[in-house]
């Protein structure tokens, strides 16, 4: 699977927009880009993904460079409850790419 | 509408016994995968199953681990002979539709404690 990296972690302060970032320069031109984050004791939960436009749903939006070498998460008021690890993953568009591979993600702080 | 659901949410066991985890995924869902989290790591694939297909078992640690999935509904992971490296939390998700497109529902995870 194609690799990505994020920032270990961010700090941010509670109701300020918040950009995570993600790095994917080896991703090929079928590979989805897929958002989860993970709260603490909870298991990993959808947050947004996206192929080549930006996308906007309740959670988040998902700005993806033009060359798809990177995409940002773009949480537009943080709140408390969403500190979390957040993971960026790439799914190819082939029948191997149901295994989700999680890397470390970027722990993110919101400070009240 | 009901998420997937997984029991028990703990379970503390002694090294050498036999556990097993159970997953209930989201109805309708063809798609059902069993990671681990070990503490404060990643998460890491075991298995996957996908409707009447073979599972990919390629993520399964040593022969002492084994799934099943009855009915194409509930999934069951089972661990021989558990050893303390085993503790991890277990997690179970499904999905629904194309893999690379559809979203993965994750369950809160059992948390195995092999002591």
């Known amino acids: 699977d194609a690799k990505t990296t994020q920032p270990n972690s961010m700090e941010s302060n509670e109701e300020e927009p918040v950009h995570l970032p993600c790095n994917h320069s080896?991703?090929?031109?079928?590979?989805?880009i897929h958002w989860y984050r993970q709260l603490p004791s909870q298991g990993p939960e959808y947050v947004i993904h996206g192929l080549t436009s930006n996308v906007n749903n309740k959670m988040a939006s998902l700005a993806i460079a033009e060359d798809r070498k990177s995409s940002t998460l773009i949480l537009h008021r943080a709140t408390l409850r969403d500190a979390a690890v957040y993971y960026c993953i790439l799914r190819v568009s082939m029948d191997s790419s149901y295994k989700l591979i999680f890397g470390s993600g970027t722990r993110l702080l919101v400070r009240p | 509408g009901a998420g997937v659901s997984q029991s028990p949410s703990n379970k503390v066991t002694e090294k050498g016994k036999d556990v097993e985890l159970r997953c209930d995924p989201i109805s309708g869902h063809t798609a059902l995968y069993w990671y681990r989290q070990s503490l404060g790591q990643g998460l890491e694939f075991l298995i996957y199953?996908?409707?009447?297909?073979?599972?990919?078992k390629s993520g399964l640690p040593s022969d002492r681990f084994s799934a099943e999935r009855t009915g194409g509904s509930v999934s069951t992971l089972t661990i021989q002979r558990t050893q303390q490296e085993d503790s991890a939390v277990y997690l179970c998700?499904?999905?629904?539709?194309?893999?690379?497109?559809?979203?993965?529902?994750f369950g809160n995870g059992t948390r195995l404690t092999v002591t």
């Open positions: 199953f996908q409707g009447n297909s073979a599972p990919d």
């Open positions: 080896t991703i090929s031109g079928t590979d989805y």
């Open positions: 998700a499904s999905s629904s539709g194309q893999p690379y497109r559809s979203p993965l529902h």
